[in-house]
């Protein structure tokens, strides 16, 4: 029979818990419990270090066919507040971020009606040959999809042309929850759950490391995120490419999935992150993405199992668009003592985790 003492003495004992294990835990009033046993999980992976870059989001443009039902950053064409930036704005964004000090540019954006392909591909040859050593972490699975239809490429060769552009990884985005019956209520345009995996395989063994992100607090189930997860920690046993997990808090406002949901409770996001990191042994790092959880909650999270805050961010719009409370950046001095004041060492990280200064 499950019990918190069994799944507690596996967590000990550095074995991996099942899916059932990880409902139990889901449904489980014991947050504090839970937290302390992926604090230790994470201590055994990270020690006391927490790290963050240093980086900026660009969004190319918020014009997107698909319109999913819980997104409020995008727009279709024509309509009131679209935007498509131009490719020496996007650059000069770029180069202004590394002036900065940033090491990474986050690009992720709409599937663009008119664009073509050659567009993304110009936008990485542009930024690489301009801000040479800037590392692009752009395009998530549902974009590289998009790409390989728009051009008639296969995936392989899309990865092929964008890494050869200056592609050096892939955020997590466009998994929210893997689970069919939730993707056909919250995003049916979008490519399925399978799909989405096997274009992550793909990236992987074309060399690229990616990230995983999962969208809750809307109207999947606890057995959907765990379901979700499984196949994550299933993909990561196959092809060791992902670096971070990062479940993203829904952010209810301006989008179609209002209804009456009001967001997450701050409970509910420590015990997500908690259970991602006990659930996913065969991940390093659990991202909290603070801009989706507010600073406090993030700086709790270290608590209970995150070792990663991400980055600086500046300018963010899917999350502050959907009615996102946090700040759109921080500074690194901010990320720097909200890590400290938690007990933690901050460590500047650059995107592929090799740690470049600790504070
Ligand atoms: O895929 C959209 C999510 C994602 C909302 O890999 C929303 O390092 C909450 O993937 N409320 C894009 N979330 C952002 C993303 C990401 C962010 C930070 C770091 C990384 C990384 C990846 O944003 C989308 C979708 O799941 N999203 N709308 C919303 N209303
Ligand atoms: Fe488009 Fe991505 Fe927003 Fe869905 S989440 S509507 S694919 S920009």
């Known amino acids: 029979m499950t019990t918190f003492a069994t799944i507690s003495a596996k967590v ?3 074995q991996r818990i099942s899916a059932e294990e990880a409902l139990f835990l889901f449904a489980s009033p014991d947050l504090l419990g839970i937290g302390e046993l992926a604090a230790l999980a994470n201590e055994r ?3 006391r270090n927490v790290f963050f870059n240093v980086n900026r989001h660009i969004n190319p443009t918020n014009v997107c066919v698909n319109r999913c039902a819980f997104c409020a950053f995008s727009r279709t064409a024509g309509e009131e507040g ?3 930036l131009a490719l020496d704005e996007i650059c000069r964004r770029a180069r202004e971020a590394a002036d900065e000090g940033a090491t990474e540019v986050h690009i992720v954006g709409g599937l663009h009606p008119d664009l073509p392909f050659e567009f993304y591909e110009e936008t990485l040859q542009a930024i690489s040959s301009s801000v040479p050593g800037l ?4 395009f998530t699975a549902v974009e590289i999809e998009y790409f390989s239809r728009i051009s008639g490429l296969s995936i392989e060769r899309v990865f092929e042309r964008l890494i050869s552009a200056g592609l050096g990884s892939m955020p997590g985005g466009g998994a929210e929850i893997l689970v069919e019956e939730v993707r056909q ?4 345009e979008k490519i399925s759950g399978a799909h989405w995996l096997d274009i992550i395989r793909l990236a992987h063994l074309a060399g690229l490391k990616t990230n995983a992100t999962m969208l809750y607090g809307h109207v999947e189930s ?5 379901a979700h997860m499984e196949m994550l920690r299933n993909l990561q046993d196959e092809t060791g490419g992902f670096q971070a997990f990062i479940p993203l808090a829904f952010q209810p406002e301006n989008s179609d999935l209002k209804l009456d949901l009001k967001g997450t409770s701050g409970l509910d996001d420590l ?3 908690a259970i991602g990191r006990i659930f996913l042994d065969n991940f390093d790092h659990i991202k909290a993405y603070w801009i989706m959880l507010g600073e406090k909650i993030a700086q709790v999270s270290l608590a209970f199992g995150v070792n990663d805050l991400d980055g600086t961010v500046i300018e963010e719009k899917i999350g502050h668009d959907a009615g996102a409370l946090s700040p759109q950046s921080l500074t690194k001095d901010g990320i720097i003592r909200l890590i400290r004041k938690a007990g933690k060492t901050p460590v ?5 985790y090799h740690p470049l200064r600790s504070y």
């Open 271 to 273: 015990k997500t992150l």
């Open 185 to 188: 209520k919250i995003c049916p």
């Open 348 to 352: 500047e990280r650059d995107t592929l």
């Open 82 to 84: 679209a935007y498509t």
């Open 135 to 138: 590392h692009i972490k752009a």
């Open 45 to 47: 992976k990270n020690g």
């Open 222 to 226: 606890a057995a959907d995120r765990v």
């Open 12 to 14: 000990r004992a550095a």
